[in-house]
Protein backbone atom coordinates (compact mmCIF):
# COMPACT_ATOMS: atom_id res chain seq x y z
CA UNK A 1 0.00 0.00 0.00
CA UNK A 2 0.60 3.79 -0.17
CA UNK A 3 3.53 4.03 3.14
CA UNK A 4 5.43 1.02 1.51
CA UNK A 5 6.30 2.96 -1.45
CA UNK A 6 10.12 4.34 -0.80
CA UNK A 7 10.82 5.41 -4.42
CA UNK A 8 8.33 6.83 -7.30
CA UNK A 9 5.78 4.06 -8.50
CA UNK A 10 4.22 6.74 -11.01
CA UNK A 11 4.72 5.78 -14.25
CA UNK A 12 3.92 8.56 -17.41
CA UNK A 13 0.20 9.57 -17.49
CA UNK A 14 -1.49 12.80 -18.17
CA UNK A 15 -4.01 13.31 -15.60
CA UNK A 16 -7.04 14.97 -17.15
CA UNK A 17 -9.66 17.26 -14.69
CA UNK A 18 -12.93 17.74 -15.10
CA UNK A 19 -13.71 21.27 -13.48
CA UNK A 20 -10.59 22.53 -13.74
CA UNK A 21 -11.49 26.26 -13.01
CA UNK A 22 -13.36 25.28 -10.02
CA UNK A 23 -12.57 25.63 -5.93
CA UNK A 24 -10.82 22.44 -5.63
CA UNK A 25 -8.97 22.09 -8.84
CA UNK A 26 -7.25 25.49 -7.52
CA UNK A 27 -7.33 24.95 -3.40
CA UNK A 28 -5.99 21.08 -4.01
CA UNK A 29 -5.10 19.38 -6.49
CA UNK A 30 -3.04 22.07 -8.30
CA UNK A 31 -1.17 22.38 -4.87
CA UNK A 32 -0.64 18.43 -4.55
CA UNK A 33 0.36 18.34 -7.88
CA UNK A 34 2.87 21.14 -7.45
CA UNK A 35 3.80 18.84 -4.01
CA UNK A 36 4.20 15.96 -5.37
CA UNK A 37 6.56 17.70 -8.35
CA UNK A 38 8.54 18.87 -5.28
CA UNK A 39 8.83 15.84 -3.82
CA UNK A 40 10.35 14.28 -7.15
CA UNK A 41 7.45 11.61 -7.18
CA UNK A 42 6.52 12.13 -10.53
CA UNK A 43 7.68 11.13 -13.81
CA UNK A 44 9.69 13.04 -16.29
CA UNK A 45 7.01 12.80 -18.74
CA UNK A 46 3.49 13.55 -17.07
CA UNK A 47 1.13 16.51 -18.13
CA UNK A 48 -1.94 18.45 -16.93
CA UNK A 49 -5.41 18.56 -19.33
CA UNK A 50 -8.11 20.86 -17.55
CA UNK A 51 -11.45 21.02 -18.70
CA UNK A 52 -13.96 23.64 -17.69
CA UNK A 53 -17.05 26.00 -19.32
CA UNK A 54 -14.99 28.66 -18.85
CA UNK A 55 -13.72 29.91 -22.24
CA UNK A 56 -9.87 30.24 -22.20
CA UNK A 57 -7.01 28.89 -23.61
CA UNK A 58 -3.66 26.54 -22.12
CA UNK A 59 -2.01 30.11 -22.00
CA UNK A 60 -4.90 31.80 -20.60
CA UNK A 61 -5.43 28.65 -17.71
CA UNK A 62 -1.35 28.87 -16.94
CA UNK A 63 -2.00 32.48 -16.11
CA UNK A 64 -4.81 31.64 -13.93
CA UNK A 65 -3.48 28.90 -11.68
CA UNK A 66 -0.03 31.05 -11.08
CA UNK A 67 -2.37 33.89 -9.71
CA UNK A 68 -3.28 31.87 -6.89
CA UNK A 69 -0.84 29.46 -6.25
CA UNK A 70 1.78 30.70 -4.05
CA UNK A 71 -1.06 31.19 -1.14
CA UNK A 72 -2.71 27.74 -1.57
CA UNK A 73 0.54 25.72 -1.55
CA UNK A 74 1.58 27.86 1.24
CA UNK A 75 5.25 28.28 2.76
CA UNK A 76 7.22 25.61 0.35
CA UNK A 77 6.12 27.18 -2.70
CA UNK A 78 9.03 28.05 -5.30
CA UNK A 79 8.61 29.70 -8.45
CA UNK A 80 11.26 28.40 -10.09
CA UNK A 81 9.66 24.56 -9.92
CA UNK A 82 6.45 26.51 -10.89
CA UNK A 83 8.00 27.98 -14.08
CA UNK A 84 9.58 24.77 -15.09
CA UNK A 85 6.43 22.45 -14.87
CA UNK A 86 3.54 24.80 -15.74
CA UNK A 87 4.29 24.26 -19.59
CA UNK A 88 2.43 20.77 -19.29
CA UNK A 89 -0.73 22.01 -18.38
CA UNK A 90 -3.17 22.50 -21.08
CA UNK A 91 -7.05 23.57 -21.15
CA UNK A 92 -9.76 23.03 -23.35
CA UNK A 93 -13.17 24.97 -22.94
CA UNK A 94 -16.15 22.28 -23.08
CA UNK A 95 -19.55 22.07 -21.89
CA UNK A 96 -19.59 18.46 -19.83
CA UNK A 97 -22.62 18.13 -21.30
CA UNK A 98 -21.31 17.59 -24.91
CA UNK A 99 -20.31 15.12 -26.78
CA UNK A 100 -18.18 17.62 -28.52
CA UNK A 101 -15.92 18.59 -25.54
CA UNK A 102 -14.74 14.62 -25.38
CA UNK A 103 -14.12 14.85 -29.15
CA UNK A 104 -12.01 17.49 -28.77
CA UNK A 105 -10.81 16.50 -25.53
CA UNK A 106 -9.69 13.34 -27.33
CA UNK A 107 -7.69 15.38 -29.94
CA UNK A 108 -6.15 16.97 -27.31
CA UNK A 109 -4.72 14.24 -25.73
CA UNK A 110 -3.45 13.06 -28.42
CA UNK A 111 -1.38 16.31 -29.14
CA UNK A 112 -0.39 15.92 -25.49
CA UNK A 113 0.82 12.34 -25.90
CA UNK A 114 3.04 13.43 -28.68
CA UNK A 115 4.35 16.49 -27.46
CA UNK A 116 5.24 15.18 -23.90
CA UNK A 117 5.77 11.44 -24.62
CA UNK A 118 3.15 10.27 -22.82
CA UNK A 119 1.99 7.11 -23.80
CA UNK A 120 -2.08 7.21 -23.73
CA UNK A 121 -2.15 6.26 -19.67
CA UNK A 122 -4.88 8.97 -18.23
CA UNK A 123 -6.60 9.68 -14.89
CA UNK A 124 -9.60 11.16 -15.29
CA UNK A 125 -10.16 13.59 -11.39
CA UNK A 126 -14.00 14.77 -11.71
CA UNK A 127 -13.76 17.67 -9.32
CA UNK A 128 -17.30 18.68 -10.64
CA UNK A 129 -20.41 19.05 -9.00
CA UNK A 130 -21.69 15.11 -7.98
CA UNK A 131 -25.03 15.27 -10.85
CA UNK A 132 -22.05 15.44 -13.39
CA UNK A 133 -20.17 11.98 -12.36
CA UNK A 134 -22.42 9.58 -14.21
CA UNK A 135 -22.69 11.86 -17.10
CA UNK A 136 -19.17 12.61 -17.89
CA UNK A 137 -17.92 9.07 -17.10
CA UNK A 138 -20.82 7.48 -19.72
CA UNK A 139 -19.35 10.44 -22.11
CA UNK A 140 -15.85 9.51 -21.98
CA UNK A 141 -16.78 5.72 -22.24
CA UNK A 142 -18.84 6.58 -25.56
CA UNK A 143 -15.63 8.84 -26.98
CA UNK A 144 -13.61 5.50 -26.43
CA UNK A 145 -11.52 6.65 -23.51
CA UNK A 146 -12.10 4.87 -20.95
CA UNK A 147 -10.66 1.51 -23.05
CA UNK A 148 -7.70 0.39 -22.07
CA UNK A 149 -5.30 -1.67 -23.97
CA UNK A 150 -1.81 -2.97 -24.81
CA UNK A 151 0.01 -0.69 -22.50
CA UNK A 152 -2.02 1.52 -21.34
CA UNK A 153 -4.70 2.77 -18.17
CA UNK A 154 -7.22 4.78 -17.49
CA UNK A 155 -9.13 5.44 -14.66
CA UNK A 156 -11.42 7.76 -13.10
CA UNK A 157 -11.39 9.38 -9.55
CA UNK A 158 -14.93 10.00 -8.28
CA UNK A 159 -15.10 13.10 -5.73
CA UNK A 160 -17.32 12.90 -3.08
CA UNK A 161 -20.08 12.66 -2.33
CA UNK A 162 -20.84 9.48 -3.41
CA UNK A 163 -25.23 9.29 -3.83
CA UNK A 164 -27.14 10.99 -1.43
CA UNK A 165 -28.87 7.53 -0.48
CA UNK A 166 -28.80 3.57 -0.89
CA UNK A 167 -30.83 4.01 -4.24
CA UNK A 168 -28.87 6.93 -5.71
CA UNK A 169 -25.36 5.71 -4.65
CA UNK A 170 -26.26 1.97 -6.11
CA UNK A 171 -27.34 3.72 -9.59
CA UNK A 172 -24.54 5.52 -9.84
CA UNK A 173 -22.44 2.68 -9.23
CA UNK A 174 -24.30 0.89 -12.02
CA UNK A 175 -23.36 3.94 -14.58
CA UNK A 176 -19.95 3.99 -13.72
CA UNK A 177 -19.86 0.01 -14.50
CA UNK A 178 -21.06 0.29 -18.06
CA UNK A 179 -17.86 2.46 -18.93
CA UNK A 180 -15.39 1.56 -16.51
CA UNK A 181 -14.12 -1.61 -15.05
CA UNK A 182 -14.42 -1.64 -10.85
CA UNK A 183 -10.33 -1.85 -11.17
CA UNK A 184 -10.56 1.70 -12.99
CA UNK A 185 -12.62 3.35 -10.48
CA UNK A 186 -11.15 5.49 -7.38
CA UNK A 187 -13.77 6.77 -5.42
CA UNK A 188 -12.40 9.52 -2.97
CA UNK A 189 -12.42 9.86 0.50
CA UNK A 190 -9.75 12.71 1.30
CA UNK A 191 -10.10 11.80 5.52
CA UNK A 192 -8.28 8.42 4.12
CA UNK A 193 -5.12 10.18 2.58
CA UNK A 194 -5.11 11.81 5.81
CA UNK A 195 -1.11 10.51 7.37
CA UNK A 196 -2.66 9.97 10.86
CA UNK A 197 -5.45 8.12 9.38
CA UNK A 198 -2.76 5.72 7.26
CA UNK A 199 -0.82 5.60 10.79
CA UNK A 200 -3.47 4.17 12.32
CA UNK A 201 -3.15 0.93 10.63
CA UNK A 202 0.68 1.25 11.25
CA UNK A 203 0.24 1.85 15.00
CA UNK A 204 -2.23 -1.31 14.73
CA UNK A 205 -0.92 -3.72 12.73
CA UNK A 206 2.74 -2.66 13.36
CA UNK A 207 3.34 -2.83 16.65
CA UNK A 208 3.55 -6.17 18.93
CA UNK A 209 1.88 -4.72 22.02
CA UNK A 210 -1.07 -2.93 20.35
CA UNK A 211 -3.40 -5.27 19.09
CA UNK A 212 -3.51 -7.85 21.80
CA UNK A 213 -5.76 -5.54 23.59
CA UNK A 214 -7.51 -4.23 20.80
CA UNK A 215 -10.81 -6.05 21.68
CA UNK A 216 -13.84 -6.32 23.99
CA UNK A 217 -11.88 -8.15 26.74
CA UNK A 218 -9.48 -4.62 27.30
CA UNK A 219 -11.90 -2.12 25.51
CA UNK A 220 -15.23 -0.35 27.05
CA UNK A 221 -15.92 1.75 24.05
CA UNK A 222 -14.52 4.12 21.47
CA UNK A 223 -15.46 7.63 20.61
CA UNK A 224 -15.19 9.33 17.11
CA UNK A 225 -14.89 12.95 16.98
CA UNK A 226 -15.01 15.02 13.61
CA UNK A 227 -15.90 18.65 14.72
CA UNK A 228 -15.66 21.82 12.64
CA UNK A 229 -14.90 25.04 13.72
CA UNK A 230 -16.52 26.67 10.58
CA UNK A 231 -20.14 26.79 9.54
CA UNK A 232 -21.16 26.18 5.85
CA UNK A 233 -19.23 29.09 4.65
CA UNK A 234 -21.14 29.84 1.05
CA UNK A 235 -21.92 26.13 0.41
CA UNK A 236 -25.51 26.40 1.60
CA UNK A 237 -26.85 25.18 -1.71
CA UNK A 238 -25.19 21.68 -1.45
CA UNK A 239 -25.45 21.61 2.18
CA UNK A 240 -29.47 22.30 2.44
CA UNK A 241 -29.65 19.16 0.55
CA UNK A 242 -26.61 17.12 2.51
CA UNK A 243 -26.92 17.55 6.13
CA UNK A 244 -24.42 16.10 8.46
CA UNK A 245 -25.06 12.62 8.49
CA UNK A 246 -24.55 12.35 4.61
CA UNK A 247 -21.68 15.17 4.12
CA UNK A 248 -19.82 13.72 7.09
CA UNK A 249 -20.74 10.35 8.26
CA UNK A 250 -21.58 8.57 5.20
CA UNK A 251 -18.04 8.81 4.49
CA UNK A 252 -15.62 10.24 6.93
CA UNK A 253 -16.72 8.94 10.08
CA UNK A 254 -17.53 5.14 8.54
CA UNK A 255 -14.26 5.42 6.76
CA UNK A 256 -12.44 6.36 10.26
CA UNK A 257 -14.43 3.82 12.10
CA UNK A 258 -13.76 0.85 9.28
CA UNK A 259 -10.23 1.68 10.33
CA UNK A 260 -10.39 1.54 13.66
CA UNK A 261 -12.21 -1.62 13.74
CA UNK A 262 -11.45 -3.84 11.32
CA UNK A 263 -9.14 -7.28 11.04
CA UNK A 264 -5.99 -7.78 9.74
CA UNK A 265 -5.66 -8.65 6.28
CA UNK A 266 -3.35 -11.50 5.28
CA UNK A 267 -1.37 -8.73 2.90
CA UNK A 268 -1.31 -5.58 2.06
CA UNK A 269 -2.96 -5.97 -1.22
CA UNK A 270 -5.69 -3.44 -1.47
CA UNK A 271 -8.40 -5.38 -2.24
CA UNK A 272 -7.29 -7.45 1.01
CA UNK A 273 -7.88 -4.58 3.13
CA UNK A 274 -10.66 -3.08 1.51
CA UNK A 275 -12.33 -6.71 2.30
CA UNK A 276 -11.70 -6.37 5.75
CA UNK A 277 -13.20 -3.12 6.08
CA UNK A 278 -16.31 -3.93 3.90
CA UNK A 279 -16.80 -6.75 6.32
CA UNK A 280 -16.37 -4.93 9.72
CA UNK A 281 -19.32 -2.10 8.08
CA UNK A 282 -21.46 -5.13 7.34
CA UNK A 283 -21.40 -6.56 10.80
CA UNK A 284 -22.96 -2.75 12.48
CA UNK A 285 -25.69 -3.87 14.08
CA UNK A 286 -28.87 -2.07 11.31
CA UNK A 287 -30.74 0.67 12.82
CA UNK A 288 -34.63 -0.44 13.01
CA UNK A 289 -36.87 2.78 13.43
CA UNK A 290 -37.01 2.51 16.67
CA UNK A 291 -33.26 2.90 17.44
CA UNK A 292 -32.97 5.62 15.60
CA UNK A 293 -35.19 7.36 17.48
CA UNK A 294 -32.61 6.60 20.62
CA UNK A 295 -29.59 5.86 19.23
CA UNK A 296 -29.08 8.96 16.57
CA UNK A 297 -29.36 12.28 17.38
CA UNK A 298 -29.52 15.28 15.13
CA UNK A 299 -29.05 18.96 15.65
CA UNK A 300 -28.88 22.33 14.35
CA UNK A 301 -26.93 25.18 15.14
CA UNK A 302 -28.29 28.49 16.56
CA UNK A 303 -26.82 31.55 17.25
CA UNK A 304 -23.94 31.57 19.79
CA UNK A 305 -21.08 33.99 21.56
CA UNK A 306 -17.40 32.30 21.36
CA UNK A 307 -15.16 32.43 24.55
CA UNK A 308 -13.39 35.52 23.01
CA UNK A 309 -17.08 37.49 22.48
CA UNK A 310 -17.12 36.81 18.72
CA UNK A 311 -21.01 36.42 18.53
CA UNK A 312 -21.77 33.33 15.57
CA UNK A 313 -25.37 33.57 13.70
CA UNK A 314 -27.92 30.81 13.43
CA UNK A 315 -27.49 27.98 10.50
CA UNK A 316 -31.27 29.41 9.65
CA UNK A 317 -29.57 33.26 9.16
CA UNK A 318 -26.85 31.98 6.48
CA UNK A 319 -27.22 32.99 2.72
CA UNK A 320 -28.89 30.46 1.46
CA UNK A 321 -30.58 29.01 4.10
CA UNK A 322 -33.94 28.14 4.39
CA UNK A 323 -35.49 30.33 7.53
CA UNK A 324 -37.18 27.12 8.80
CA UNK A 325 -34.48 24.63 7.58
CA UNK A 326 -34.52 20.96 9.20
CA UNK A 327 -31.31 20.11 7.91
CA UNK A 328 -29.20 18.85 10.74
CA UNK A 329 -25.95 20.21 11.54
CA UNK A 330 -24.71 17.73 14.34
CA UNK A 331 -25.22 14.00 14.82
CA UNK A 332 -24.15 11.47 17.30
CA UNK A 333 -24.73 8.12 16.43
CA UNK A 334 -23.98 4.88 18.87
CA UNK A 335 -23.18 1.51 16.77
CA UNK A 336 -22.36 -2.05 18.20
CA UNK A 337 -20.55 -4.20 16.01
CA UNK A 338 -21.32 -7.75 16.25
CA UNK A 339 -18.17 -9.54 15.77
CA UNK A 340 -15.69 -12.05 18.58
CA UNK A 341 -13.79 -8.28 18.72
CA UNK A 342 -16.13 -5.65 19.58
CA UNK A 343 -19.24 -7.66 20.87
CA UNK A 344 -20.78 -5.21 23.50
CA UNK A 345 -18.11 -2.38 22.49
CA UNK A 346 -20.12 0.54 21.39
CA UNK A 347 -18.72 2.98 19.00
CA UNK A 348 -20.24 6.66 19.63
CA UNK A 349 -19.90 9.32 16.34
CA UNK A 350 -20.11 12.71 16.64
CA UNK A 351 -19.69 15.23 14.21
CA UNK A 352 -20.75 18.91 13.69
CA UNK A 353 -20.39 22.14 12.51
CA UNK A 354 -20.00 25.14 14.60
CA UNK A 355 -17.81 23.26 17.33
CA UNK A 356 -15.76 25.30 19.35
CA UNK A 357 -12.72 24.02 17.77
CA UNK A 358 -11.66 21.97 14.76
CA UNK A 359 -10.56 18.74 15.64
CA UNK A 360 -10.80 15.48 14.67
CA UNK A 361 -9.82 12.26 17.10
CA UNK A 362 -10.58 8.65 17.79
CA UNK A 363 -10.64 8.09 21.44
CA UNK A 364 -9.90 4.49 22.49
CA UNK A 365 -11.43 3.95 25.83
CA UNK A 366 -9.87 1.29 28.23
CA UNK A 367 -11.36 -0.45 30.89
CA UNK A 368 -11.08 -0.18 34.44
CA UNK A 369 -8.10 -2.16 36.10
CA UNK A 370 -10.01 -5.27 36.98
CA UNK A 371 -9.21 -4.94 40.71
CA UNK A 372 -8.25 -1.25 42.59
CA UNK A 373 -6.12 -2.40 45.47
CA UNK A 374 -6.46 1.57 46.03
CA UNK A 375 -10.05 0.90 47.46
CA UNK A 376 -9.60 1.80 50.59
CA UNK A 377 -7.06 4.49 50.30
CA UNK A 378 -8.00 8.01 49.49
CA UNK A 379 -8.07 7.21 46.10
CA UNK A 380 -11.44 5.54 45.85
CA UNK A 381 -11.75 3.39 42.57
CA UNK A 382 -14.37 6.21 40.95
CA UNK A 383 -11.45 8.66 40.86
CA UNK A 384 -8.76 6.70 39.61
CA UNK A 385 -10.12 6.66 35.00
CA UNK A 386 -9.59 3.78 32.77
CA UNK A 387 -6.93 4.82 30.77
CA UNK A 388 -7.55 6.20 27.13
CA UNK A 389 -5.53 5.97 24.35
CA UNK A 390 -6.55 9.29 21.85
CA UNK A 391 -5.34 9.06 17.95
CA UNK A 392 -5.39 12.49 17.41
CA UNK A 393 -6.26 12.66 13.04
CA UNK A 394 -6.19 17.18 12.87
CA UNK A 395 -5.11 19.19 13.40
CA UNK A 396 -1.84 18.67 15.79
CA UNK A 397 -1.74 14.97 14.84
CA UNK A 398 -0.61 12.15 17.27
CA UNK A 399 -0.93 10.18 19.54
CA UNK A 400 -1.70 10.32 23.31
CA UNK A 401 -2.02 7.68 26.55
CA UNK A 402 -3.56 8.93 29.54
CA UNK A 403 -2.52 6.51 32.57
CA UNK A 404 -2.54 7.00 36.17
CA UNK A 405 0.16 7.89 38.30
CA UNK A 406 1.34 8.02 42.15
CA UNK A 407 1.32 12.21 43.08
CA UNK A 408 4.51 12.50 44.91
CA UNK A 409 3.99 12.80 48.35
CA UNK A 410 3.17 11.26 51.56
CA UNK A 411 -0.23 10.24 51.49
CA UNK A 412 -1.68 8.25 48.32
CA UNK A 413 -2.77 10.21 46.05
CA UNK A 414 -3.30 9.03 42.14
CA UNK A 415 -3.86 11.27 39.21
CA UNK A 416 -3.69 11.15 34.99
CA UNK A 417 -0.95 12.02 33.20
CA UNK A 418 -0.41 12.31 29.52
CA UNK A 419 2.36 10.29 27.43
CA UNK A 420 2.10 12.54 24.12
CA UNK A 421 3.83 11.39 20.78
CA UNK A 422 3.33 14.42 18.16
CA UNK A 423 4.24 13.82 14.77
CA UNK A 424 6.20 16.76 14.26
CA UNK A 425 8.40 16.30 17.54
CA UNK A 426 9.70 12.93 15.42
CA UNK A 427 9.95 13.61 11.96
CA UNK A 428 11.66 16.55 10.90
CA UNK A 429 10.38 17.38 7.63
CA UNK A 430 6.71 17.26 7.66
CA UNK A 431 5.32 16.31 4.53
CA UNK A 432 3.36 19.09 2.94
CA UNK A 433 0.18 18.71 1.73
CA UNK A 434 -3.64 17.82 1.98
CA UNK A 435 -3.85 14.52 1.68
CA UNK A 436 -4.96 14.96 -2.17
CA UNK A 437 -0.98 14.05 -2.61
CA UNK A 438 -1.31 10.47 -1.52
CA UNK A 439 -4.20 9.80 -3.15
CA UNK A 440 -3.62 11.19 -6.57
CA UNK A 441 0.12 9.59 -6.20
CA UNK A 442 -1.87 6.50 -5.39
CA UNK A 443 -4.03 6.25 -8.32
CA UNK A 444 -1.10 7.03 -10.84
CA UNK A 445 0.71 4.23 -9.15
CA UNK A 446 -2.40 1.97 -9.46
CA UNK A 447 -3.01 1.53 -5.64
CA UNK A 448 -6.57 1.50 -4.88
CA UNK A 449 -6.22 0.46 -1.13
CA UNK A 450 -7.15 4.07 0.47
CA UNK A 451 -10.13 4.46 -2.45
CA UNK A 452 -14.01 3.31 -1.44
CA UNK A 453 -15.15 0.40 -3.52
CA UNK A 454 -18.75 0.17 -4.57
CA UNK A 455 -19.64 -2.26 -1.85
CA UNK A 456 -18.44 0.08 1.03
CA UNK A 457 -20.24 2.86 -0.34
CA UNK A 458 -23.15 1.04 -0.78
CA UNK A 459 -22.64 -0.66 2.53
CA UNK A 460 -22.30 2.80 4.41
CA UNK A 461 -25.39 4.28 2.64
CA UNK A 462 -27.54 1.03 3.49
CA UNK A 463 -26.79 1.22 7.07
CA UNK A 464 -27.59 4.74 7.10
CA UNK A 465 -30.52 4.43 5.11
CA UNK A 466 -32.99 4.14 8.34
CA UNK A 467 -31.77 6.90 9.64
CA UNK A 468 -32.36 8.98 6.50
CA UNK A 469 -36.05 7.54 6.15
CA UNK A 470 -37.27 8.56 9.92
CA UNK A 471 -34.98 12.12 9.76
CA UNK A 472 -37.80 12.84 6.55
CA UNK A 473 -40.49 11.16 8.25
CA UNK A 474 -40.06 12.91 11.15
CA UNK A 475 -38.96 16.13 10.94
CA UNK A 476 -36.81 17.73 13.75
CA UNK A 477 -39.05 19.81 16.08
CA UNK A 478 -36.71 21.35 18.26
CA UNK A 479 -34.07 23.03 15.80
CA UNK A 480 -32.35 24.90 16.71
CA UNK A 481 -30.96 22.84 19.74
CA UNK A 482 -27.40 23.62 20.22
CA UNK A 483 -25.70 27.16 20.44
CA UNK A 484 -23.09 27.85 17.77
CA UNK A 485 -19.69 27.29 19.55
CA UNK A 486 -20.76 24.55 21.68
CA UNK A 487 -20.02 21.09 21.85
CA UNK A 488 -23.53 19.68 20.12
CA UNK A 489 -27.03 19.13 21.10
CA UNK A 490 -27.33 18.11 25.00
CA UNK A 491 -29.24 14.69 23.89
CA UNK A 492 -25.11 13.29 22.19
CA UNK A 493 -24.70 13.62 26.62
CA UNK A 494 -27.32 11.73 27.16
CA UNK A 495 -27.02 9.13 25.01
CA UNK A 496 -23.67 8.13 26.57
CA UNK A 497 -24.87 9.41 29.80
CA UNK A 498 -27.56 6.57 29.73
CA UNK A 499 -24.89 3.90 29.49
CA UNK A 500 -22.76 5.90 32.04
CA UNK A 501 -20.23 7.39 29.98
CA UNK A 502 -19.17 10.69 28.63
CA UNK A 503 -17.96 12.44 26.07
CA UNK A 504 -13.93 13.01 25.94
CA UNK A 505 -13.33 16.63 27.32
CA UNK A 506 -11.44 17.66 24.07
CA UNK A 507 -9.26 21.10 25.56
N1 LIG B 1 -14.13 22.58 -2.80
C1 LIG B 1 -13.72 21.75 -1.89
O1 LIG B 1 -12.94 22.08 -0.99
C2 LIG B 1 -14.19 20.31 -1.92
C3 LIG B 1 -13.82 19.46 -0.86
C4 LIG B 1 -14.22 18.12 -0.91
C5 LIG B 1 -14.92 17.66 -1.99
N2 LIG B 1 -15.27 18.52 -3.00
C6 LIG B 1 -16.02 17.98 -4.14
O2 LIG B 1 -15.33 18.31 -5.34
C7 LIG B 1 -16.24 18.55 -6.40
C8 LIG B 1 -15.97 19.92 -6.98
O3 LIG B 1 -16.19 20.89 -5.99
P1 LIG B 1 -15.81 22.42 -6.21
O4 LIG B 1 -16.03 23.07 -4.90
O5 LIG B 1 -14.50 22.55 -6.86
O6 LIG B 1 -16.97 22.88 -7.24
P2 LIG B 1 -16.95 24.14 -8.20
O7 LIG B 1 -16.09 25.21 -7.62
O8 LIG B 1 -18.37 24.43 -8.51
O9 LIG B 1 -16.21 23.59 -9.51
C9 LIG B 1 -16.84 22.93 -10.54
C10 LIG B 1 -16.40 23.55 -11.86
O10 LIG B 1 -17.11 22.88 -12.90
C11 LIG B 1 -17.67 23.89 -13.77
N3 LIG B 1 -18.88 23.41 -14.41
C12 LIG B 1 -20.11 23.26 -13.84
N4 LIG B 1 -20.97 22.77 -14.76
C13 LIG B 1 -20.27 22.61 -15.91
C14 LIG B 1 -20.60 22.13 -17.21
N5 LIG B 1 -21.85 21.70 -17.50
N6 LIG B 1 -19.65 22.09 -18.13
C15 LIG B 1 -18.39 22.53 -17.86
N7 LIG B 1 -18.02 23.01 -16.67
C16 LIG B 1 -18.94 23.02 -15.69
C17 LIG B 1 -17.98 25.02 -12.82
O11 LIG B 1 -18.18 26.19 -13.55
P3 LIG B 1 -19.15 27.35 -12.91
O12 LIG B 1 -18.38 27.90 -11.76
O13 LIG B 1 -19.33 28.29 -14.02
O14 LIG B 1 -20.39 26.65 -12.48
C18 LIG B 1 -16.73 25.04 -11.95
O15 LIG B 1 -15.67 25.73 -12.55
C19 LIG B 1 -17.63 18.38 -5.78
O16 LIG B 1 -18.08 17.08 -6.01
C20 LIG B 1 -17.39 18.60 -4.30
O17 LIG B 1 -18.35 17.93 -3.51
C21 LIG B 1 -14.92 19.83 -2.98
Same mark, same amino acid.
Given at each position: &????????????????????? @??????????????????? #? #???????????????????????????? $?? /??????????????????? =??????????? =?????????????????????? /?????????????????????????????????????? *??????????????????????????????????????????? *?? !??????????????????????? #????????????????????? !??????????? &???????????????????????????????????????? @???????????????????????????????????????????????????????????????????? $?? &?? /????????????????????????????????????????????????????? /?????????????? =?? %?? %??????????????? %??????????????????? *?????????????????????????????
Amino acid at each position: &MSTLHNESCSPPAVIVIFGAA @GDLTRRKLIPALFNLAKQE #L #LPEQIAMVGIDRVEMDSQGYRDLLGEHI $PD /FVGEGFSRELWEANIGRAY =YTAGDFLDDDS =YRELARLLQQVDNEQGTPGNYL /FYLATPPRFFGEIATRLGKAGLATEGDGHWRRIIIEKP *FGHDLESARALNATLHQSFEEHQIYRIDHYLGKETVQNILTYR *FG !NGTVEPMWNHRYIDHVQITVAES #LGVEGRAGYYEEAGALRDMVA !NHLLAVLSVIA &MEPSNNFQADAIRDEQVKVLRAIQPFDPEQVLTEAVRGQY @GEGVLDNGTHLRAYRDEPGVAADSGTETFVALKLMIDTWRWAGVPFYLRTGKRMPERRTEVVIQYRHA $PN &MM /FRDSIAQRANIAANQLILRIQPDEGISMEFNAKVPGTVLQVSTVRMDFDYDDY /FEESVAGSGYETLI =YD %CL %CGDATLFKRADNIET %CWALLQPILDVWSALPARD *FPNYPAGSWGAAEADELLARDGRQWRRID
